[in-house]
């Protein structure tokens, strides 16, 4: 087990350097510097420009202005943003807790659906119900984001007035941000009724950004009981007269979760690529946003960084993912 | 007796619940599209940075006044220009407070130092300030006054002056823009020494209206009315927070629910039914900008060896008499537009009403083109910008359009587009044909429209015509170095003519500026410069 997680760890240096040096280059492909995006358009003095390419480091060739990066990289030094000098890694740190709640409730959201629908779809095989379960989530599946999200806050928030429009909070409470997450700083705080609200706007763009994750993981779910229902020890536990309950959810689902955390693993991905719109429709103040901001401005530290910090995290839930499959299955710990 | 003692604990908790929200007290709360990079607006040139400082935490020596572009006193209650034109003395308003926040007391109030620390520090490359946080002033530097001022002097407390190098008739009004907003001294020594300069961009502390209390990136801007300001009558909201809400759509859904009461840049589909909702208002004001087409005028453009067909006067009369201007404003402005005759817009003063526009005649536009001995099919490149401007909603359209009412009468115009930085440098650099750009007021001058946009100076610059036509920029010099404002009207009429007779571009239309808001919203009023600020401004039930 120890040479299997040493060979993944092995497998992790260089597709870290592979992330560097592929942000590095992208955002540099991009015509266009940020001090031009900075001074704005009618505001280009050529003396100005030098003067400040030269306060930001970045008069220096490509190849020393790489090296610098990694350099401070190794020092854990993240730098700071060019647009609002404020150091990167602080940012992150402000923003990140939106985007993991929201992920987290989509998730949830997308979790208990969809295992609940590919459960029963799969028992209820050429039902109705499956037919109408995988038809919706190859429509989920399909679904636009940025539209699925205007036509919700249309329906709920504006012709129903149940759900607010957008943000984390009514902004009329001032909830001070001690964890970062809302419903937790809720919870702290003397505002009445605040826990409540922050819900209420945590409901549709949990929603929106579960649906893509809800779609998949239902039809995995499905499939995946499908097969293990037809094995042996599936009839022998019904021979045995165990209840049907018992059967399906203790002897079906635990196997058949097997594959579905996988996608559950890679779904965290999705979600982040997905919350890049979820946030900007629903003035979500995550990191989504702020990435998007960031290639706009050519905010090359934070371009960088930020997208070097979230393909960690995508790797490390995907090497945590690994291992845990390796525990559950001999075969592939075994695989060289 | 359980009762008894729970009721005062409900009652006590519920006050202190009041004590830290906004339920109660007069709030507006303003969707606004984007986070400011900072909130030191010498540093920033976009209308996101200065609706978050400049507008609410900062007074300037002069301002703009409220929904227009006539100069009032600010920080400066008066103040005397020297016979020359080379000398100001402005003398300063006595007894205004700085803001009093967790971060920041003022020991003393608004006086000379701050004045001289404010342009000193935007003058001076080796400004102690600058050299501990070293940044740009892009406005300032832009506007020339980096060059322009020769000196700064505190004859007393109350009293400052400055010299210029050269007479500037705009000078009062550039003092009232955004970028010279005015600092505390004493704030800033107080960062210096506490090692924390780059508060200056993060915690502002000014004169303004409105204190600035909390920012949360992405999510909101929270202020609070000042409570000391030197004009109690301007603070009518107690709380002021601005929504951070980039996408317009959503932006008019949080306005309908009433989760903010003004925001701003609808997406044209949603005027109208935006207009129609009763709970609403729509104020709406003829834009202080303007969407163009400039013709380089060159010889040869930058990177061809072939004649530029453009450079002859006949050619220029002939596209500008083949545009179709009232189906492009029906079109691309969706009736939001208005037709534009002259290079300013007609809110500016010394605007020239007895110009008219050529017809549109594709007749005379062909014939003209046959005297130039302009073949047809002959080719010019047509460039369209690749982002949306306040002033033109969507160049693509426009360029496609522009490219039929050419290829009527013999002209096929290849578009070009570029990613807007390099749009903007390839064509500062020469590189362009026709071109669609445009313009929106920075100061209420018309220089900023005919010297900036025109003259000979700006040929490395604004001049995207790269025309330099010296009886016209004659006239443009001789009208900025005058302080007879009869005497500068007179000259940029003349100067309106000449440009309308040399024809190096054809001004399309000044888009209409549109500001939904919550009808219980009273005495808001929309700024020329595309401005939003909420002094005066009050909510009603």
Known sequence: MLSFIARRLGLLIPTFFGITLLTFALIRLIPGDPVEVMMGERRLDPEMHAQAMERLGLNKPLPAQYLDYVGKLAQGDLGESLRTRESVWSEFLTLFPATVELGLAALLFAGVLGLLAGVIAALKRGSLFDHGVMGISLAGYSMPIFWWGLILIMFFSVSLGWTPVSGRIDLLYDIEPKTGFMLIDTLLSDEEGSFKDAVMHLILPAIVLGTIPLAVIARMTRSSMLEVLREDYIRTARAKGLSPVRVVFIHGLRNALIPVLTVFGLQVGTLLAGAVLTETIFSWPGIGKWLIEAIGARDYPVVQNGILLIACLVILVNFVVDILYGLANPRIRHQR | ?541
């Not at chain 2, 609706?51 to 301002?63: G, H, K």
Request: glycine share 8%; charged share 25%.
């Open chain 2, 1 to 541: 007796m359980l009762k008894h003692a729970v009721i005062p604990l409900l009652v006590g908790a519920g006050l202190l619940a009041s004590a830290s929200s906004a339920f109660g007290a007069s709030n507006l709360v303003f969707c606004s599209e984007g986070s400011p990079a900072g909130f030191d607006p010498g540093q920033y040139t976009t209308g996101t940075d200065f609706d978050a400082s400049a507008e609410t935490v900062f007074n300037r020596l002069t301002q703009f006044e409220r929904g227009g572009t006539t100069v009032i006193p600010g920080l400066a209650t008066s103040w005397d220009v020297s016979d020359d034109g080379l000398t100001y003395t402005f003398h300063l308003r006595e007894g205004v407070k700085f803001h009093t926040t967790d971060y920041f007391k003022p020991s003393r109030p608004f006086n000379a130092d701050d004045v001289l620390f404010t342009f000193n520090r935007m003058l001076d490359k080796d400004h102690p300030f600058r050299k501990v946080y070293p940044t740009e002033f892009p406005y300032f530097t832009d506007m020339g006054m980096d060059k322009n001022i020769a000196g700064i002097e505190k004859l007393d407390a109350l009293t400052v002056r400055f010299t210029l190098n050269q007479v500037d008739a705009a000078f009062i009004q550039n003092l009232a823009m955004s970028f010279a907003s005015i600092q505390s001294a004493e704030y800033a020594e107080q960062l210096l020494e506490q090692g924390k300069a780059t508060d200056i961009n993060q915690k502002p502390i000014g004169t303004g209206p409105f204190v600035f209390s909390k920012y949360q990136k992405d999510a909101q801007i929270r202020f609070k009315g000042n409570k000391d300001y030197w004009k109690p009558e301007d603070v009518k909201i107690d709380n002021l927070i601005f929504a951070i809400s980039t996408d317009a759509s959503v932006r008019m859904q949080k306005l309908k629910k009433n989760e903010c009461q003004v925001t701003l840049f609808p997406r044209p589909a949603d005027i109208e039914p935006l207009k129609k909702d009763t709970k609403l208002r729509m104020p709406e004001q003829a834009g202080y900008n303007l969407g163009y087409v400039a013709y380089n005028v060159m010889d040869k453009i930058k990177g061809s060896d072939a004649p530029n067909p453009m450079a002859q006067l006949k050619v220029r009369q002939a596209l500008d008499m083949a545009v179709n201007k009232q189906q492009i404003i029906a079109s691309v402005y969706q009736g939001a537009g208005q037709l534009a005759v002259n290079a300013m817009p007609p809110t500016q003063w010394s605007y020239d009403t007895t110009i008219k526009d050529a017809a549109y005649d594709p007749e005379k536009a062909k014939a003209l083109l046959k005297e130039a001995g302009v073949k047809e099919g002959t080719e010019i490149t047509l460039w369209a910008m690749p982002v949306q401007r306040p002033y033109n909603p969507n160049a693509k359209l426009m360029a496609e359009m522009l490219q039929a009412d050419w290829a009527k009468v013999g002209i096929k115009a290849k578009i070009v587009s570029y990613e807007w930085g390099e749009y903007i440098k390839r064509s500062k650099g020469g590189e362009n044909g026709a071109m669609i750009i445009g313009w929106s007021g920075d100061n209420g001058d018309p220089d900023n429209w005919l010297g900036t946009l025109f003259g000979c100076d700006a040929l490395a610059g604004n001049n995207f015509s790269k025309w330099c036509h010296k009886p016209f920029d004659d006239l443009v010099k001789q009208a900025k170095a005058t302080s007879d404002q009869a005497k500068r009207i007179e000259l940029y009429k003349q100067a309106q003519h000449i440009l309308k007779e040399q024809v190096p571009m054809t001004p399309i239309a000044h888009s209409t500026v549109y500001q939904p808001m919550s009808a219980s919203v009273k005495d808001f009023k929309i700024s020329p410069f595309g401005l939003n600020s909420f002094y005066g401004v009050s909510v009603g039930k």
